[in-house]
């Protein structure tokens, strides 16, 4: 089992840059791939980014490539979106989530735990 909890998030315009944290606990943070998922009302949750156990491999939606950029710690059980360059389309909530898989899993039923979400929400 393994709980987890997301900081940041919240208003900017576009252009500017966010940056959301997860903070994992429970059993050993390396034993889980690490995603970013993001949904609004009324559509899927929708891919963003992945990243393995060991931290290399990130892999990103063609959406948000060269402006997200996902990262982790963990000696600090923490998994890092960093946003940079936002858009109005990313408005939305914030999902990260944790998987037992082996590499950069996807979609969402590959992730096994999620965190509770954070709004981001990109004014024009």
């Known amino acids: 089992q393994v709980q987890l909890v997301q900081s940041g998030g919240g208003l900017v315009q576009a252009g500017g840059s966010l940056r959301l944290s997860c903070a994992a606990s429970g059993r050993t943070f390396s034993s889980y791939a690490m995603g970013w998922f993001r949904q609004t009302p009324g559509k899927d949750r929708e891919f963003v980014a992945a990243i393995s156990r060991s931290g290399g491999d990130p892999f990103y939606a063609d959406s948000v490539k060269g402006r997200f950029t996902i990262s982790r710690d963990n000696a600090k059980n923490t998994v890092i979106l960093q946003m940079n360059s936002l858009k109005p389309e990313d408005t939305a909530v914030y999902y990260c989530?944790?998987?037992?898989?082996?590499?950069?899993?996807?979609?969402?039923?590959?992730?096994?735990?999620w965190g509770r979400g954070t709004q981001v929400t990109v004014s024009s």
């Open positions: 989530a944790a998987s037992v898989r082996l590499g950069v899993p996807q979609g969402p039923s590959n992730y096994d735990y």
